[in-house]
């Protein structure tokens, strides 16, 4: 008991310490919601993860954009041991593939030997993919399955993101609901205080007896119990809250929970919402880039297993010793002969993969359509239930204000006021709760609409 009283002195102290350190840094919701966006460790890194898969996609779009290296020999000697020649030497090399199935190299040579001018060398190679179609190209499909596969880890970073607003929301209001259930749980403790009191006054007076004052130190032991509990928890909260924010454990905050609601009520049709859910929601657009994935799946297995016909074209230049010109132009065929229907298995396995993925999918606009619904009715019946709690805690600040002032005129005892505080309290509570259930809900719509919470 006396390690518990030392913890609550040093959690009031904790709870209670801004008077010493200052003014505390009050945050309403939106600023929580920000300020994670701007400090939380793991909307950090899924904003790099975002950039980075930004920049990976720059990459696979450079590997269809011309590529050029020059490398030089500017101190060259060759011949045998007994005679050595001097033979400077430049290579320019460059290339270009194309998602239509092109190929094309270029090889330029200069070399000069010793006392003799500089001579060349020029190689040109181009190969076109003719059957089956330009577009399944193996380079064209191996790009396109990679952009997909990039765009889909930016969209699940995005989710994450999102994700984590939804925590600052449910923080932030448990924060809010638990510091009211501290209020409670001391009005309740204080009532155990004077209800023992007057229990002992009552046995000095013979007028309760042994049992009556055991019941008594039992409540005052539970409900000190209570509010020793509800502290922990409120603690803990708090410091999770602060480390989901990025804020320091031994910096004060509190939380603002004054807000025109009126102005927040989310104004949509259940039409409309669910219309949107199905266009921009994330989950669908992530399955979506799913099934073009196992399209190009399916569609590489084909082309690796079908003939292909291809067309080579080509020009090179020689002045190094014989000078001459040679063109060349013609087609090659590719003929897969035997593979112990290898091929033709994974042609059949990817045509599966897909098919799952599309049923997937619907089925993932069924959940998200149930779910859109879902939201918008808990918006709509919740809206009626915050303004009848408003009025009823605005109904029981007013019993309790006429209750002070018959106290002061000895018609009401304390206990009776304290009755009034903790009705008061329970309202509060259950408008937050309230609150909390709508701003979540409001959220998770938002969320499936795909737009920003």
Known sequence: ?????????????????????????????????????????????????????KLELKKEKASFRPQAGISTYPL???????????????DFDASLFTQWGMAATLSLTGEKEENDKMESSLSLTVTQKILPAPELASSYLSFRKSFLNLEKKKVSSEEEIENIKLLVITSFYEILKQQ??????KISLEKARENLRIVKDKLKRKMAGKIDLMDAEIELIRAEE??????SDLLQSMTDFKELLGIRVDEEIALDDKMSIDDHFLKIELEDAIKKALENNRQIHEQLLTINIRQFDLLTNKSEASPSLNLLAGCSYNQLGQRETEYR??????????????????????QKELDREKLNLEKLKREISAKTRDNFYTLKRLEKRIHLLELFREKQKEALNIAKKML?????????????????IQA????IETLAGYELARACLLKNMGKGI
């Open 1 to 53: 008991m006396e390690k518990k009283a030392l913890f609550g002195i040093l959690l009031s102290f904790f709870l209670t310490g801004a008077g010493f350190a200052g003014k505390p840094l009050i945050l309403s919701l939106e600023d929580s919601i920000q300020r994670a966006l701007k400090y939380n460790l793991d909307v950090q890194i899924a904003r790099i993860e975002i950039e980075k898969t």
């Open 76 to 90: 060259q000697w060759k011949g045998d041991y007994n005679l050595f020649k001097y033979s400077p030497r430049v």
């Open 180 to 185: 009211k259930e501290c209020e409670l749980k």
């Open 226 to 231: 209570e509010l020793y509990q509800v502290e």
């Open 329 to 350: 132009i013609g087609v090659y065929v590719e003929i897969p002969v035997l593979d112990g229907e290898k091929g033709k298995t994974n042609i059949q396995i990817a």
């Open 408 to 424: 002061s005129q000895g018609a009401l005892t304390s206990q009776e006021v304290r009755e009034r505080e903790i009705a008061l």
């Open 428 to 431: 509060e509570i259950d408008y």
